[in-house]
């Protein structure tokens, strides 16, 4: 007999469609808008060429920010990620005590915290003395935000290795440091995967961005100068009101998006044929 | 430190000598050995004695300490935390629990085989073999090699193994697995080799394997060996102890044990009245 529980099961499963395609339509949507409106906007000047002045025809690319979103992700992540790999190596390794406890409950809130607010800080700390604008603030500001997002990630991944493990290395007379190593390499997919997706989030960054590393129409011209950045760009261009540069803000997003897809995928690369716990 | 005893050690083996631990003094001493689990305390004063050269059981129902009382011998006991020890464990004459020592030096001298198979997953055979040298710092190819297939062949896991000594230890099944472990305990050249139920994941026929090893490996090494399987203590151990809730009850030879046993206790334990 058709029951009751028979027409639950019906509803709820499509409840839980309906939910995704809801869901899915923004996504899509942007994606949509993004590559429709951005992709004529990439060319060769596109990557080659500083912004064109604020008249109406006037060409040029975004070549600067492209620049220095790289340079500035890429600092940031030398900075952030070993920090953070190894702060999550202290939590799951040799924090089962009251200090790594607390470190874990600050990175918790760490993650949480608004971005803005480290660029305040990387204001106060690197902008307001070096008067003015900088690279080093930005990414002081942008490794901050990694840092929590690695260490929590990297003591996650740590976790999901079997104790079994450690207990063979430590009755093999290895010491603790590089049993940590071995539980390490153990799960290195998922500390890559945890390293990979933090940069993506910093990639993606603006609000700091603004309080801190500002923005230039040159070429990448020292770490205390300000720096040019895609999202920034994304920002004020998308907002002047001239046509060529809205069309060059939207060439910046469809790029930016294809490089955070690009991570995503390298990161689904990674992790496919893993071990359960790696 | 560790190549010179390892040389000696090689040496020792490759001139098949008679054990090379003869002396009527113990190998491993127990004295007023109590263990804790934060407040919780496991071991109740025990005393042991365990012979150089001669496989021990230890035997007892679930949750009597038996576990606890072998880790207490390498020292893995403190690595759960808030876990304490309190009492001294002898290795020819010192105490293991001495301030100035190292954990990690006294676990290369009382080697361990774990419960279930444990090989690293993300190492080949050979690797997992000379895991402990090479993660000790030993880095000469050829010896790496040599003492892989010695180690290997000792457990008689090379003819198994010889031609796909890349692929991972993982691969392998349980009883090898498990011979794997042994193995790499032995690469390193203990003196004294602890088991924590060495056979209680594997099959008949792996277990059988296991044990024939066990009671060829006691002619080089002291074999300490947790069971819950009692035909396994007396097929295999020279020596039995019984231990019941956190205390060492009787310890004999395994045949006074099981065919004379003094406390009545041992007796109901080992003709199946409780356990």
Sequence with gaps: MKSRR??????????????????????????YYVTVRGLPAINLDFFTKLPPIPVP????????????????????????????????????????NFYGRTVRFLGDVLIGNPSIVVGILGFTLLVQPLHGDNLAAGVFALSVIMIPIVSITTAEALNLVPNSIREASAALGIRKWRTSLLVVSNAKSGVATGALLATARVMGESAPLILTIGISTQWYSGPTAPLASLTYYIYYFGTSGLQNWVDLAWGAAFLLIVMIIGINLAVRLLTRGRRAYA | MLSEKLETAHGIYTQGEAPRNVSAEPKVEVRQLSA?????????????????????????????????????????????????????????GADIYGESLDPADIRRRIGMVFQKPNPFP????????????????????????????????????????????????????????????IAR????????????????????????KIEELITELKAQYTVVIVTHNMQQASRVADYTAFMYLGKLIEYDQTTAIFENPKEQLTERYITGKFG
């Design chain 1, 6 to 31: 028979f027409f639950m099961d019906k509803v709820l499963i499509s409840l839980a469609c309906l939910s995704v395609v809801i869901a899915i339509v923004p996504l899509a949507s942007i994606l």
């Design chain 1, 57 to 96: 025809g006037a060409v040029g690319g975004l070549g600067n920010a492209i620049q220095g979103t790289l340079i500035l992700v890429g600092l940031a992540a030398c900075i952030g990620l070993p920090f953070g790999v190894l702060s999550g190596v202290y939590i799951s390794e040799y924090g089962r």
């Design chain 2, 36 to 92: 804790f689990y934060g407040k919780k305390q496991a071991l109740y004063d025990i005393d042991l004695a365990i012979e150089s050269n001669q496989v021990t059981a230890v035997i007892g129902p679930s949750g009597c300490g038996k576990s606890t009382l072998i880790r207490c011998l390498n020292r893995m006991h403190e690595l759960v935390p808030d876990a304490s020890v309190r009492g001294q464990v002898l290795l020819d």
């Design chain 2, 122 to 181: 993300n190492m080949s055979i050979a690797d997992n073999v000379v895991a402990g040298l090479k993660l000790n710092g030993i880095r000469d190819k050829g010896r790496l090699e040599e003492s892989a297939k010695r180690s290997l062949q000792r457990v008689y896991l090379w003819d198994e193994v010889k031609d796909e000594l890349k692929r991972s230890g993982a691969s392998l099944s349980g009883g090898q697995q498990q011979r794997l472990c």
């Design chain 2, 185 to 208: 305990a032995l690469a390193i050249e203990p003196e004294v080799i602890l088991m924590d139920e060495p056979c209680s994941a594997l099959d008949p026929t792996a277990t059988a």
